[in-house]
């Protein structure tokens, strides 16, 4: 079964582009969370949606936004980027809702901000 | 969530027993306590949970005392590509938001 699976790996923008950041859940997820991970911290949270709802948000600034589609595919969405955006986005899936325990973590795209 | 606190890092040798203490004095009754871990540039990935006592599994072992303010993750004889970061967290293991948080976690090194 393939895992959670993200795209691109990794991506280079200029200050004030726009980027989308695609996630695919393993099959039969229904829940699709994503992460910011700057370099030398811990995952912070930025959003969860469930049954293409969004159920959670971060403290993420309103340049921030993401959707599920039908298929429980995920897009995250940073508009007017800054050089502090540079990190690993992280999405994670689950079964269901809110398990702490049962979240399975895609590899990540790798963003670099010029 | 209840925040934990754990060693930044922390040095091994192949072979040996690593043990990574994590304190959450603050946990909640409803509070499981798992366990990541985290190679450089790819996802965490799920070690071990539990509640209370002791739980195993093939990978570790999972040490909880009776107040649950601590936790210990046991790794046994570890190798070198076990080294990597690892993260405690603490939060209800039912229907509570999805949001996991994370610390800083603990860079383990092991050495040959």
């Known amino acids: 079964d393939a895992g959670v699976t993200q795209s691109p790996t990794h991506l280079i923008k200029t200050r004030g582009q726009h980027v989308t950041l695609r996630c695919s859940p393993i099959?039969?997820?229904?829940?699709v969370s994503w992460y910011q991970q700057v370099l030398g911290q811990g995952p912070q949270f930025i959003f969860q949606y469930y049954e293409k709802e969004e159920r959670g948000r971060g403290n993420f600034p309103d340049r921030f936004s993401a959707r599920q589609f039908p298929n429980y595919s995920s897009e995250l969405n940073v508009n007017a980027l800054l050089l502090g955006d540079s990190a690993l986005y992280l999405c994670?899936?689950?079964?269901?809702?809110?398990?702490?325990?049962?979240?399975?973590f895609g590899s990540g795209t790798r963003l670099t901000v010029v | 969530l209840a925040k934990t606190t754990q060693p930044i890092s922390m040095d091994s040798y192949e072979g040996q027993e690593v043990n990574i203490t994590c304190s959450h004095n603050n946990i909640a009754t409803n509070d499981y306590i798992t366990w990541y871990q985290q190679f450089p540039s790819q996802g965490p990935r799920f070690i071990i949970q539990?509640?209370?006592t002791k739980v195993t599994n093939e990978v570790a072992s999972l040490f909880i005392p009776a107040d649950r303010k601590s936790s210990t993750l046991s790794l046994p004889r570890v190798s070198l590509s076990d080294t990597a970061v690892y993260y405690c967290?603490?939060?209800?293991?039912?229907?509570?938001?999805?949001?996991?948080?994370f610390g800083q976690g603990t860079e383990l090194s092991v050495k040959p």
């Open positions: 994670a899936s689950s079964w269901q809702g809110a398990p702490i325990y049962g979240y399975t």
């Open positions: 967290l603490v939060g209800e293991g039912g229907n509570q938001g999805g949001k996991l948080i």
């Open positions: 539990g509640y209370k």
């Open positions: 099959s039969g997820h229904k829940s």
